[in-house]
Structure formats: structure tokens, C-alpha cells
Nanobody, 124 residues
Framework: QFQLVESGGGWKQPGGSLRLSCSVS????????IGWFRETPGKEREGVSC????????FYENFVKGRFTVSKDGSKSTVYLQMNSLKPEDTGVYYC?????????????????WGRGTLVTVSA
């Protein structure tokens, strides 16, 4: 049974940093790409970043490029999203999901395997 669990959300002031974690079970990060998505107020769920299976090529949407960094630790079955220089518009619920591989250029969920999300709030 494939499971994904997000953690690490919270409240930060603008300019602050958070690191989100996506712990997976039931499969290996060598076999599936993982994507990060978010639902921000007034907008539909959108892809943020992703990391391929195996060698872990990475992709970022323009609105987070240079601020967010995705990584993974296969030994811990965990994918991370380091978020720096946070902005109020980054506020939302962040989800991880299995995505099509390779994921560059299009972050698209695959198979319907999602976590339940973690809330990030950025405000003064």
C-alpha cells in the first residue's frame, strides 16, 4: 500500500524559511518521481516542484525557482522541500504525490497517490 505523509508546515514571517518533509512507504524513491503541489487561497491546486526517481533530476516552477529546493533521502524514504525567502503568496496547503517521470516541464500526479497535506502560513 502506497502512502505519503507530509509534515513540517507552520507559520513564518515573510522572508523566513521552512522545510517540508514527505515520508513515503510501500514503495521506493528509486522507482517513482515525487512532486510537491500547493493549494493557495482562491487558486486551484498547482505543481510547485518535483524530483525524478533514481538519479533525482529536479524541476521547479518559475514562481519558486531560486527560493525552493527539493531533495530526497532514499535511506529515509523521505523527500524534502526547503522553502526560503517565503512570501505571503506562498501561504497554502502543500501536498506531495507520486508524479509522472520524468517530471520536468509538467508536474502531473500519477495513480492518485497523495498525502493529506501540511499547512504553510506566511504573514507578518
Amino acid at each position: 500500500q502506497f502512502q505519503l505523509v507530509e509534515s513540517g508546515g507552520g507559520w513564518k514571517q515573510p522572508g523566513g524559511s521552512l522545510r517540508l518533509s514527505c515520508s513515503v512507504s510501500g514503495f521506493s524513491l528509486d522507482s517513482y518521481a515525487i512532486g510537491w503541489f500547493r493549494e493557495t487561497p482562491g487558486k486551484e491546486r498547482e505543481g510547485v516542484s518535483c524530483i525524478d526517481r533514481g538519479d533525482g533530476d529536479k524541476f521547479y516552477e518559475n514562481f519558486v525557482k531560486g527560493r525552493f529546493t527539493v531533495s530526497k533521502d532514499g535511506s529515509k524514504s523521505t523527500v524534502y522541500l526547503q522553502m526560503n525567502s517565503l512570501k505571503p503568496e506562498d501561504t497554502g496547503v502543500y501536498y506531495c504525490a507520486i508524479v509522472f517521470n520524468p517530471c520536468r516541464g509538467l508536474i502531473q500526479a500519477y495513480g492518485g497517490y497523495w498525502g493529506r497535506g501540511t499547512l504553510v502560513t506566511v504573514s507578518a
